[in-house]
């Protein structure tokens, strides 16, 4: 840890923030610079060292900021565990060899239209399905979603085609009942920073597949992962989906594929990339599906409608079955490149 | 709703479009432009036709974007409801003639440091004290929150000072809670979006106190408000309270001071601002609430914390009781100015 | 174009605006909405039209916006051109079959330096040798290039090693002088709205090669293009260099893949990718680079430097000859999967 | 300066880096902290040392970053000058006891309209006289400006009225030019980092306008003033006018007034506030202007036409005379509240 003081900071500031730090036992390295002193710790200090000292130091005179030199998630991190997680539900390794495909309809409209869509993700040789039974819709007017009885045919269509399910969940007190029918729960871009959500999902002993939110740094998305993971629950698998800037007119998101190596290197997790809700653009989900692959990610989540015109949710970024078979074929060409298998 | 096509679109595209709006019985107004035709709808839609439109046609080809004339919030909106809403808590009016101080400690942390903070806050004239029980921290290693303990203190040393209380509820399942020791419910900027707790904040029949996402827009906002509004609920208090941009080093968010004369002119909803999350820094606090009282909000939210240097959580930008006082004293200065009370 | 009304605009307002409209000669359709009336020109209007209208209207009483249903760029976009420009200096083309690689070191520090850069350039079989004369840097004490001197290295090793050259221009009195030593002229991503350095450059008759700027839209880039085809210089490159987002403490800026097909779509320019500033980190950009190449990008921009431990700027994103090397081969075995050659 | 090793970085790469500091005469401090070590460098560096030695250090093995605890400016700190800068031009004062208005249209259209435009800014009891000659337009089709003949104009009508003026100018060669005709330079938002302009504006001798870059950090803006400064010219006023952001729907930008208390305590220059860029809506210039005020601004720049329905750019942000005249008598009843002449 290390405290920078404000420019003009006295010595009588200095010498208290350091007896502070002494005060704990710890030492203190003051280090005098160009206008303003900093004060180093040289010492591993735990959690409540940390939060502690930090919530002391930033508040007294004198002092402008403190900064951490380790990142503040553990069990996330690349440290805990140099070797990179590989999460395994049923027959399906998401984070192994094997590129994932995660394909589906945005929402469950009904026992045909799911398993119209079930039948396209078979045949394209993807293994993983989705589909939204509780949706979060900006507009309290938009299509809400058929809930359990999305989830129960969610669960008979998974079952009939030998795929592994994935939806979303919203909160803390459904993730019982979601886990009842899913095999991975979603953890939606909205709600990553739902902490009683995330708490939940930790204990239900599911994978959770957490989406970045919107606006989150790398450290807060780690943090959310780290939510999880201290519950007991190592099965998180992260997903960047797009986050928001300041051109929303050509893409609906940027798509941050810069993240992949970096989350690559910081953490062990597994990395999925949605470059349907990234881009919000069907025709673009292809070359962002393809950069995806190639920038180190170890599947997609690709939202597919066996007609996308008459979808009840985000209509304009679903591919048709023609495209999606298409884009996962052009994958599959691709894969042996990266060493993937699909 | 007007939907502009792709460049190139060819005749039988525009047609098609123009078609499946005539089916509806609409009318269906071609405008060829410069490269590209657009579409008008001149008709007063109502949800179900809007949403069931758009998911269609925004999915058919030659289609570039469907935009909307209206904004998609009807309760939350100034055309809902040409009169200023007043929220009333027991004594308290929020968006009425006086200006509104909400002043306390981010978390209760004991009954001694809660009744310090409601002293000071009852010495200044403020009339609602608001204080953490339930704390949304980015890492789970930081100080949660007393729970229903701090739901306890905060309710007897609110009775004990007479002030109105306000603390954050996370999840739709806390919401009977919460209501049963707090006057007003809050929904943090993180969980904005946790449509859930929208819904059971609006079931409660308390006054919400809501605040702005990170990245949230004006519409985003207006919408997570609607959700409240379309329970049966009319009392929903706006709080803008700092946005992620791209300079974190010198203050923690960027406060946008604008959306207080743009949510007064498309919403009829009471606007407080929070300079404290605003900027992170306790020593701006006071130039940006004066701000704040000036560009039109109805109120201010202010952390203050009777030992700032020993506060659990936000312990750099709490005010000390004597800052505290110092910037209600300026606040008082100013009322006169806007033909405010306090 | 299409004016929206604001909610409650008086009849007499809307009158006023249809007026304005028909004293130019053009029809006015006015379409009544839930709330608020929208007013659309069915014609296509000059760029004179446009600007003078828009000019007017939006300043009227009872307005709430104007909004254009076609894009403002003429030249650059892809109605101007359905077939692709294909850029072509001496015995390289630009946006036709082959993947372009724009390697060097920042800046020119020496003829020792620049030739070694060269070799390796020349040995990896790129085509395009980049390095920088004159320096924007952030910082007034800050390394700022060899100016002329720098050229005249630039032009002599080109020539030797039978290399294309580009190098940035800073300003538009500097553009006869670079454009005596170097084949390209680079404008950087701080000049993109440098519009006498644009028109400059549009009549220097030398290829442009325009950086984005780090917060510009589509259409600010697009017309930033406009500025220099408008001066009869069809030979404008686009580059995407990444943009400024909320989280840098990872990567120095969000590189927005999602722009390249976009770009491809709306104009028929070529496009580079730059993943070395795009990253900010010599090791990303490897991924980045392959993931350009996927998303349909005509070539890349890479820092390579001799000896990055003792480069003048920008050390910790340039590679190493080594690295630069590998990763050419990486996307030599790459490129017959997107049909370029290399 | 503080450099942060990798996670996992061998001793052998610690003690490299502590070598490289060691070699320079200077002490390297160890610090291990957890999974990661530190090393302080405690000495005050000149620029040429840190120039040097972060560039050389970012690039060795196992170095994660290189970070500053200082910050990169100096001429532009409040280190540099404990005193608050007063620019004098004529018989004004910026930063002073008075609050400065600049009023003015956002382009010289004619000799008729600027005296127009000077009467309703002397009559208000602003000083200082604001109008474009040359106009940075997003579009090439957009109306450019008089260019010399928009100069002669301003300079012939601010003499009449007796009124400073201030007009922008665009790139390094045409300094001379303008010098000769305005009093203040302004340097736009798109030139804050056209670096041969800063440094021609720095040798002009004149007062120099610097306004904040759309997507400019407090340490880039500051950086640019110290272009401006390093040459020898102590009068830069600094500007925010808005930051881009994510909503265009309801302001064109983001008025970031928090940054006007950080600019104080970090800079000694005076720092001007546009609320009509800064928001892009004429109604919302009023409060915003307030705001600016209270939160420590030492003055504002409003637009404002005779007729802004016949402005020929930006009318739509434009005050009419009589909202121009009425928004300042707001202000001079504020001005006693801070303490301010007007």
Redesign the interface.
């Known amino acids: 840890?290390?405290i920078?003081m404000q420019?003009?900071a006295s010595e009588a500031q200095v010498e208290a923030v350091a007896n502070v730090i002494r005060n704990k036992g710890l030492e203190a390295?003051?280090?005098?610079?160009?206008?303003?002193t900093?004060i180093?710790?040289?010492?591993?200090?735990n959690?409540?060292q940390?939060?502690d000292l930090e919530?002391?130091i930033?508040?007294?005179e004198g002092v402008s900021r403190v900064?951490q030199?380790?990142?503040?998630?553990k069990l996330a991190?690349?440290?805990y565990s140099k070797e990179s997680r590989v999460v395994k539900v049923k027959n399906v390794e998401i984070g192994g060899d094997a590129f994932v495909i995660m394909g589906g309809p945005c929402s469950v409209e009904s026992l045909e239209q799911f398993r119209s869509s079930a039948r396209v993700v078979k045949e394209s040789g993807a293994t993983i399905l989705r589909g939204g039974a509780f949706k979060?819709?900006?507009?309290?007017?938009?299509?809400q979603g058929l809930a359990e009885e999305g989830l129960r045919i969610m669960k008979e269509v998974g079952d009939e085609f030998g795929l592994v399910t994935i939806t979303e969940v919203?909160?803390?007190?459904?993730v019982p009942l979601v886990a009842q029918y899913a095999d991975i729960l979603q953890i939606g871009a909205?709600?990553m920073?739902?902490?009683?959500?995330l708490i939940e999902a930790g204990k239900s002993g599911k994978p959770v597949f957490l989406k970045r939110g919107?606006?989150a740094?790398?450290?807060?998305f780690l943090?959310a992962a780290?939510?999880v993971l201290?519950q007991g629950n190592p099965d998180v698998i992260l997903c960047e989906r797009?986050?928001?800037?300041?051109?929303?007119?050509?893409?609906r998101n940027?798509?941050?594929?810069?993240?992949?190596?970096?989350l690559k290197?910081?953490s062990h997790l597994p990395v999925i990339v949605d470059p349907s809700h990234?881009?919000g653009i069907?025709?673009?989900v292809r070359?962002?599906a393809?950069?995806?692959?190639?920038?180190?990610a170890d599947g997609v989540m690709i939202e597919m409608h066996p007609n996308?015109?008459?979808?009840?949710?985000d209509?304009?970024q679903?591919l048709t079955p023609e495209m999606f078979l298409s884009v996962i074929e052009d994958l599959k060409?691709?894969a042996p490149?990266v060493s993937r298998t699909m």
């Open positions: 840890m290390i920078v420019v003009g390295l003051v280090m005098p610079g160009e206008g303003r900093a180093g710790i040289p010492a591993s200090l959690n409540d940390r939060t919530a002391q930033s508040a007294m900064t030199t380790s990142h503040p998630y991190s690349r440290e979060p819709r900006t507009s309290p007017y938009s299509f919203m909160s803390g007190d459904m909205r709600s920073q739902n902490f009683p959500l919107p606006s740094t790398i450290d807060e943090l780290e939510y201290s797009g986050i928001t800037a300041f051109d929303r007119q050509y893409t940027v798509l941050d594929l810069g993240i992949v190596p970096a290197e910081y990234g881009t069907a025709r673009y070359p962002m393809k950069a995806a692959m190639v920038s180190g996308p015109k008459e979808a009840l949710s209509g304009s679903a060409r691709l490149y």
